[in-house]
């Protein structure tokens, strides 16, 4: 602690002197403590810790009118929670520095491991012990021959058996099941690709939704897309400028049976360029059949029914003429409900909720429903309201929810209307037509530029793990000396924490080809050790 | 007697991979920004982002202005629009959609601007995204709107000004100065002070 002058220069000069702790000994005591076990996992920790902020205070990115709601309710508060980018947590300095320290940990624990293994998997095997009857594996037997004779044979029966070999005088030690090391390299290099495939993935993905009515297009742009996720360094620019049309969409489902109304298969047939006004390109997606252009995948990931009104108001002008996507809130018969509004329609604005059916019944009791989700019996039902919609005051909403406390329920009999079928609405108010209906799909665009380097990474790092398990490193020495009977071989045998288990018949095996090869002297019988198991 | 070296601790590598895919999913989940209620609401067209003007109002000195895309549509009207053709004059573009609450906040202040301009060398051009036709007319005539808007439901202009200055959510106003360059861009709600003083000095050729 006393770390001054001296102590600079002394850690300067001779590295780390324990009495003296120097800056540099101090960095190297924080890279460790930095890439230990116990402070990633603190990290991991803090990381989640700092994420619930993010999902407990509005989010600038999410949900842009509830920050402003949160401004007027907390006037006070709001200013300081910006400072701290309370708004904007996984942006906020701290988040990512967190994020970062946690990298750095982790590849600072995993590159030096991998410098280490990588030397270790060149190295050659050590020399033979003296005492190779200590070792877990042990035998000995008199071979004919002279000892560099019986060398001989040995190595080369070794060599043959694919060892990496090291020898001396009167003995020979022998390495097999480097792979075992190669694979450990490998799993922690697959993890530093891990590591970059999520950092990629991050920083330049983006992910977005789109719900796409029939004929209808759009274009891979921001303001067109109805929920954009753009990943820490996307902007508008990025974007694959392609655009899409919805030509047509099929959906057929299961008419009988006990799935009756299952989903059978879903299509949309789309028209797309990849540019503006570049040559269109047909395709046909399908569930898990996505459409890629540039790199970005095109999803289908849902559908509904999107119908058809045509509203004139009470001054005799089309106010209204198009579709309106409805959302299911059912499965087996897709009832969907909708909102409509017409803000200009005079003398006042209109709003309807109401349900699409598309194979609608009705009860004696007057419940009505939908039996089956392709349009068979197509009807919708409406609520009428008039009065002022709240859409002139800029605060942005839901185009699926009608915000009421400021209309009026407009009187008239509620009844399931068929396509072609009108409401009058009362007091010079207008005209409501169900004109037919349309189906939408919705599509999930994705880019990820780290999806694929993910899943090299993550296979390596598979096919690492399983190679570190099932090869084992093993060694086999051989010393030989003169004997009563001969030549004395001794052979002694070792390995790793055997999990698979089998380099003790390895090595019964090894023993009987050795004593084949050596030959015995002919008139002394063979005079076997056996094996001194230690501490089994 | 030997001692092998020391292998791998393989605890630590199965902690240190825990810790890893555990981080993996943080930090996927950090940075996509975390997508809520997203998965129900498909059509969720009200989740774009609009923010405050003053904020979002950019203004480009002349010599690092991009130039707009020669961009062509057919008005609400029927008629042809290039905006090419509208060289000469600074050029408004207003990116709006009659659904679009903001849009139909600042709506009277582009009204007014437009007759505020008239007679000067300013022309404005609505590019009218989401909508049919008889719904982007009723809102014309709400909010008395004299100016021609284009019909471009598929976002195709937005899209064609992908490469220079995009915009980036609806309402966007973009300001072209007289040879065809990007002069200033509004994100969201305009003001009519802020609108008037950015068209005046693009017209008075100011930096």
């Known amino acids: 602690m006393t770390a001054g002058v001296a102590g600079v220069a002394a850690a300067g000069t001779t590295g780390n002197g324990k009495a003296k702790f120097g800056p540099v000994a101090w960095l190297r005591w924080t890279w460790r403590q930095l890439t230990s076990m116990r402070t990633a996992l603190v990290l991991l920790f803090l990381l989640a810790l700092a994420s619930i902020p993010g999902s407990v205070l509005p989010q600038q990115g999410i949900d842009p009118g509830a920050v402003t709601d949160y401004y007027a309710a907390h006037p006070a508060l709001a200013p300081i929670l910006a400072k701290l980018s309370g708004f904007d947590v996984f942006g906020a300095p701290w988040f990512a520095a967190i994020y970062l320290l946690l990298f750095l940990s982790l590849a600072g624990c995993v590159i030096p491991r991998a410098y280490r293994l990588a030397k270790s998997s060149r190295q050659p095997p050590p020399k033979a012990p003296r005492h190779l009857s200590r070792l877990p594996q042990a035998t000995s037997f008199a071979a004919a021959g002279t000892p560099d004779e019986a060398l001989g044979s040995a190595t080369s029966l070794l060599r043959a058996r694919r060892f990496r070999l090291r020898t001396g005088d009167g003995w020979v030690s022998a390495e097999k099941g480097y792979l075992h090391e190669v694979g450990n390299l490998l799993f922690h290099l697959s993890l530093l690709g891990l590591l970059a495939s999520v950092a990629l993935g991050g920083l330049f993905g983006y992910k977005a939704d789109k719900l796409l009515v029939t004929g209808d297009s759009f274009a891979n742009t921001p303001t067109a897309l109805d929920v954009f996720h753009p990943g820490r360094l996307v902007t508008a620019t990025d974007l694959q400028p392609f655009s899409i049309t919805m030509t047509n969409f099929k959906a057929s489902y299961i008419t009988s049976g006990t799935q009756r109304g299952e989903p059978a298969s879903f299509s949309a047939e789309l028209r797309y360029s990849s540019q503006y006004g570049g040559p269109q390109h047909r395709y046909d997606l399908q569930v898990n059949h996505p459409l890629n252009v540039d790199g970005a995948q095109v999803f289908l990931i849902g559908h509904g029914y999107a119908p058809t009104f045509k509203v004139t108001d009470g001054t005799g002008h089309v106010v209204l003429n198009q579709a309106v996507p409805f959302i299911p809130f059912e499965e087996s018969g897709l009832s969907s409900d909708g909102v409509i509004k017409v803000p200009d329609a005079k003398p006042e604005p209109l709003g309807f909720t109401g349900e699409f059916l598309p194979t609608a019944y009705e009860t004696i009791t007057g419940t009505v429903g939908s039996e089956f989700p392709a349009a068979g019996l197509p009807r919708v039902i409406l609520v009428g309201y008039e009065g002022n919609l709240q859409l002139n005051n800029g605060q942005p909403q839901s185009v699926y929810s009608l915000n009421t406390s400021l209309m009026h329920r407009i009187d008239y009999p509620i009844k399931l209307l068929a396509p072609g079928q009108s409401i009058v609405l009362p007091h010079g108010l207008g005209k409501l037509t169900f004109t037919g209906y349309k189906q939408w799909a919705s599509l999930a665009i994705t880019y990820d530029p780290g999806q694929y380097p993910a899943l090299i990474s993550a296979l390596g790092a598979l096919a690492g793990l399983i190679l570190s398990f099932l090869v084992r490193r093993r060694r086999i020495f051989v010393r030989v000396s003169d004997g009563e009977n001969g030549t004395n071989v001794e052979l002694g045998g070792l390995t790793r924490s055997d999990a698979a288990g089998g380099f003790e018949a390895e090595f019964t095996e090894l023993t009987a080809e050795f004593e084949r090869e050596l030959g015995q002297p002919a008139p002394a019988e063979p005079e076997l050790v056996p094996a001194q198991s230690k501490g089994e | ?207």
């Open chain 2, 1 to 207: 007697m030997t001692r092998l070296p020391r292998f791998a601790r393989t605890a630590w590598v199965a902690t240190a991979t825990t810790a890893l895919a555990g981080a993996g999913i943080l930090l996927l989940a950090a940075c996509d920004g975390g997508a809520i209620g997203a998965a129900n609401d498909p059509g969720n067209t009200s989740g774009q982002s609009f923010v405050s003007a003053s904020y979002n109002s950019k203004f480009f000195a002349p010599g690092s202005r991009e130039l707009a895309p020669a961009v062509t549509g057919t008005l609400l009207t029927g008629q042809h629009f290039s905006l090419k053709a509208e060289r000469g004059y600074v050029v408004v573009m207003n990116f709006w959609g009659s659904w679009c609450a903001p849009c139909r906040q600042e709506a009277p202040v582009l009204g007014s601007l437009a007759t505020h301009f008239q007679g000067k060398d300013v022309r404005f051009i609505g590019d009218n995204v989401l909508d049919e036709p008889a719904t982007a007319e009723a809102f014309e005539r709400t909010f008395n709107i004299s100016y021609p808007s284009i019909n471009d439901p598929g976002e195709q202009v937005a899209l064609a000004f992908h490469n220079s200055v995009p915009p980036s959510a609806i309402p966007t106003t973009l300001v072209i100065d007289r040879t065809g360059h990007i002069a200033a861009r509004v994100v969201g709600e305009v003001s009519y002070d802020g609108l008037k003083a950015l068209i005046g000095d693009v017209l008075a050729g100011k930096s």
